[in-house]
């Protein structure tokens, strides 16, 4: 049986892409305002989404626009619960006037790094999840995903397209070299070597077996567009293979 996988993009943050990224993708991380975005721009993804039939998630982050959400921060518990819980609540109303819904949640930036070994904060996410019944996203392995199903909150593995790994699995800093991947051709061949065998090259040259269920690419670069559809051709490919 052929393996088939989703493909999201993160949108509403601001960049010129996201019309033709709606074109391409299954699943919408629509930016909540914390790091990116406004009711404006939440209002825009969810009408395009809706009359594309993209799904719809949750981009929660920290509350931090003046780095756009890519500084850890340290966050009690119940503020960090506080701020996820507003950022979805503001979406859910946004989408309902847009004729869809909120179908679940995908941390943002170094939010998302940190849930992956810090149980305290993914304890938080899982909470607000539990509380609105909604899948969470995160890296398959992840301190998140293994709360989560500990809970009884569906999980969503993710694999990104444009992002290097380290031997653990995890996405390598953004301050290293070689940690975006802006080149289509490259991004496709990592996209279709998950496909063939389940494996991804890690930086040190090791081989790394991964489980996903959705394709991550993000909107935030130049090359947005042309490694999105570069990802489609690759996963439309797979999916009529005999």
Same mark, same amino acid.
């Given at each position: ?7 999201? +993009? ?9 019309? #033709? ?18 009711? +404006? ?18 981009? *929660?982050?920290?509350?931090?626009? #003046? ?54 904060? $993914? ?29 009884? *909150? ?25 940690? *975006? ?41 130049? #090359? $947005? @567009? @042309? ?16």
């Amino acid at each position: 049986m052929v393996r088939r996988y989703d493909l999201n +993009a993160d949108v509403g943050e601001g960049f010129p892409y996201d019309d #033709e990224l709606m074109r391409l993708v299954t699943q919408a991380n629509v930016a909540c305002g914390f790091h990116a975005g406004d009711e +404006a721009t939440m209002r825009d993804a969810c009408l395009l989404a809706a009359a594309r039939g993209v799904l719809v998630g949750a981009q *929660v982050s920290y509350r931090d626009r #003046e780095h756009f959400g890519r500084r850890e921060l340290e966050v009690d518990s119940p503020t960090l619960v506080r701020d996820l819980s507003e950022q979805v609540s503001t979406l859910t109303t946004i989408a309902t006037g847009a004729q869809t819904l909120v179908s679940y949640v995908k941390p943002h930036g170094a939010l998302y790094n940190r849930v992956v070994w810090d149980e305290r904060q $993914a304890a938080a996410v899982v909470q607000v999840c539990r509380a609105r019944t909604l899948p969470v996203m995160c890296l398959p392995g992840s301190a998140l995903l293994e709360l989560a199903a500990a809970a009884g *909150v569906a999980t969503m593995r993710e694999f990104f397209a444009d992002r290097a790994y380290d031997a653990r699995g995890r996405l390598v800093p953004r301050a290293d070299p070689g940690a *975006v991947i802006d080149d289509p051709e490259a991004v496709s061949a990592r996209v279709r070597r998950l496909v063939r065998d389940g494996t991804v090259e890690t930086v040190d040259g090791s081989v790394l077996g991964v489980e996903a269920d959705s394709v991550c690419v993000h909107g935030d670069t130049p #090359e $947005a @567009a @042309a490694i999105a559809r570069a990802v489609r051709e690759a996963l439309d490919e797979s999916s009529r293979a005999p």
